[in-house]
């Protein structure tokens, strides 16, 4: 979603949550009504001092403006999905969101033949959440990895080196890594 959107809708969000009219809060922000209007249109080029202005008016901070914190609801249909080469796995991202700290939700798809899904620690307090969609695979800690067969759930600390391995032909694997806030600085990596 592109950077306008985001901040269309999450503006949209927070005004009406507050029950604020576009008048209202361009009084408030000591912005034309126009101006808000565009900006919640995802119109226009805001600055970062209009931004700024509509953050304070709304009492939050410019990243929740900016920052994708999810839809009400949000369809991810498996036609349109994206898998993109990470490692020795195929990986399609499915969500992220931004709260007290970072969600990153994906597919893993696993072949047999191709070398373990080695992935390097995370920061500390980081978890994954695995529900094993298919087949049979070897996860979690590299020194430490349990058996997960399809409708089994495991998780683990994502803060040592950790493995995904296919023990069947294929295997997915559908998974919630969850990380501090500042572990994603520069960027939010999905594995």
């Known amino acids: 979603m592109a950077a306008n959107d985001i901040l269309a809708r999450n503006l949209r969000r927070f005004r009406e949550e507050r029950k604020l009219s576009l008048a209202e809060l361009g009084r408030r922000?000591?912005?034309?009504?126009?101006?808000?209007?565009?900006?919640?249109?995802?119109?226009?080029?805001?600055?970062?001092?209009?931004?700024?202005?509509?953050?304070?008016?709304?009492?939050?901070?410019?990243?929740?403006?900016?920052?994708?914190m999810g839809t009400e609801v949000l369809v991810n249909r498996a036609q349109?999905?994206?898998?993109?080469?990470?490692?020795?796995?195929?990986?399609?991202?499915?969500?992220q969101a931004f709260g007290s700290g970072y969600v990153v939700n994906a597919l893993i798809r696993l072949r047999s033949g191709d070398e373990p899904f080695l992935c390097p620690a995370r920061s500390r307090g980081s978890l994954r959440h695995?529900?094993?969609?298919?087949?049979?695979?070897?996860?979690?800690?590299?020194?430490?990895?349990?058996?997960?067969?399809?409708?089994?759930?495991?998780?683990?600390?994502?803060?040592?080196?950790?493995?995904?391995?296919?023990?069947?032909e294929t295997a997915e694997v559908l998974v919630c890594t969850t990380a501090p806030q500042l572990s994603m600085a520069g960027g939010v990596r999905v594995f």
Do not use: M
């Open 130 to 168: 695995c529900y094993v969609v298919d087949g049979v695979v070897s996860i979690g800690p590299v020194a430490k990895t349990v058996t997960g067969r399809r409708g089994d759930f495991v998780r683990f600390p994502a803060d040592t080196d950790h493995v995904f391995e296919t023990l069947t």
């Open 29 to 68: 922000s000591g912005l034309s009504k126009q101006t808000v209007l565009l900006v919640e249109a995802g119109s226009g080029n805001p600055t970062i001092d209009t931004i700024d202005r509509l953050a304070l008016a709304l009492d939050v901070s410019p990243r929740a403006l900016l920052s994708e």
């Open 80 to 95: 349109e999905g994206r898998w993109q080469q990470q490692g020795g796995a195929d990986v399609r991202q499915l969500d």
